[in-house]
C-alpha cells in the first residue's frame, strides 16, 4: 500500500520556523521526484516546492524562495521541507506528492500519490 505521511506542521507566529516531514512507503522511493503543495481556504492549490528523485534539483514558488528548503533522505524514504521566515500567507494545508517522472514539475496533475497534509498556520 502507498502511503505518504505528512507531519510537522502546527501553529507559529509570523517570523518563525518548522520543519515539515513526508515519510513515504509502499514504492521505490528514490525513483520518484517529490513534491509539496499547498491549499489555503478559498484558493487554487499551490505547487511550493519539488525535487528531483535523481541528482537532488530543486523547484521553489517565487512566494517561498530564499525562505523554504526543501530536502530528501532516500535511505529513510523520507523529504523535509524546512520553511523559515514564515508569514500569515503561508498558513494553508500543506501535502506531499511523488511522482515517477524524471522531470520535476509544480503541476499538481502530474502526480501519482498524495499525502492526507498537515495544517500550518502563521498568525501575525
Known amino acids: 500500500e502507498v502511503q505518504l505521511v505528512e507531519s510537522g506542521g502546527g501553529l507559529v507566529q509570523a517570523g518563525g520556523s518548522l520543519r515539515l516531514s513526508c515519510a513515504a512507503s509502499?514504492?521505490?522511493?528514490?525513483?520518484?521526484?517529490i513534491a509539496w503543495f499547498r491549499q489555503a481556504p478559498g484558493k487554487e492549490r499551490e505547487g511550493v516546492a519539488c525535487?528531483?528523485?535523481?541528482?537532488?534539483?530543486?523547484f521553489y514558488a517565487d512566494s517561498v524562495k530564499g525562505r523554504f528548503t526543501f530536502s530528501r533522505n532516500n535511505a529513510k524514504n523520507t523529504v523535509y521541507l524546512q520553511m523559515n521566515s514564515l508569514k500569515p500567507e503561508d498558513t494553508a494545508v500543506y501535502y506531499c506528492?511523488?511522482?515517477?517522472?524524471?522531470?520535476?514539475?509544480?503541476?499538481?496533475?502530474?502526480?501519482?500519490?498524495w499525502g492526507q497534509g498537515t495544517q500550518v498556520t502563521v498568525s501575525s
Open positions: 506528492a511523488a511522482d515517477d517522472s524524471a522531470v520535476i514539475t509544480p503541476k499538481g496533475s502530474r502526480y501519482d500519490y
Open positions: 509502499g514504492f521505490t522511493f528514490d525513483d520518484y521526484a
Open positions: 525535487i528531483s528523485s535523481s541528482d537532488g534539483s530543486t
